[in-house]
């Protein structure tokens, strides 16, 4: 439902810490995003950016700061240009300055599923939403795509990479495949 509409949400919060709307259709771009970081790290192509990619999705410090590089030296952002430098357009940086300032989100990362989901922050956070991501154990990936009836591996690796070049901005927000996971459900 989200995909099908351009709207904003109003957030409201008493305190005034959070005085910016959401944008549904920016966080859906930035839930594709970070389905296609973790695309990347599956295709394992360059191995030590992939590995500190994988390190962060294990670290809720690192995973923080690797969603919110904003800083083009950082080796942060150096990383995410590598996965997104086949992408049309700009897709960096994932979150805005006034996203990372407001604290509107928090990071909580599944490591037995493959579909994550947005939900209200718990009570007494300092968020308002928590982006639950997910990042299970890699499947077999085949170098031949899957044929009718003869399923080699549960993911082909056109599929990987088709989906990290595909533009953040446009639908889908997910991916054909129900093993690349994704976050917008």
Known sequence: MFGTRNFLVSVHDPDKKHTDEIDIKRLLRQTKQISQ?????????????????????????????LLYAYDASSNEYKWLEKVFKDQEGPSLPIFSRDEIDSD??????????????????????????????????????????????????????????EWIKDPSDEKPYYAKNPYIPTTCS
């Open 37 to 65: 970081i973790i695309a990347y790290t599956w295709l394992d192509e360059d191995k030590d950016v992939c590995k500190n990619l994988d390190d962060c999705f294990k670290d809720p410090k690192r995973l923080k700061k």
């Open 104 to 161: 509107i989100y928090e990071f909580k990362v599944l490591h037995s599923q493959f579909e994550g989901k947005i939900t209200d922050a718990d009570p007494g956070s300092k968020s308002i939403l928590t982006m639950w991501i997910p990042y299970p154990p890699c499947p077999q990936i085949s170098d031949k795509p899957n044929e009718p009836g003869e399923a080699i591996a549960p993911i082909y690796k056109g599929d990987l990479e």
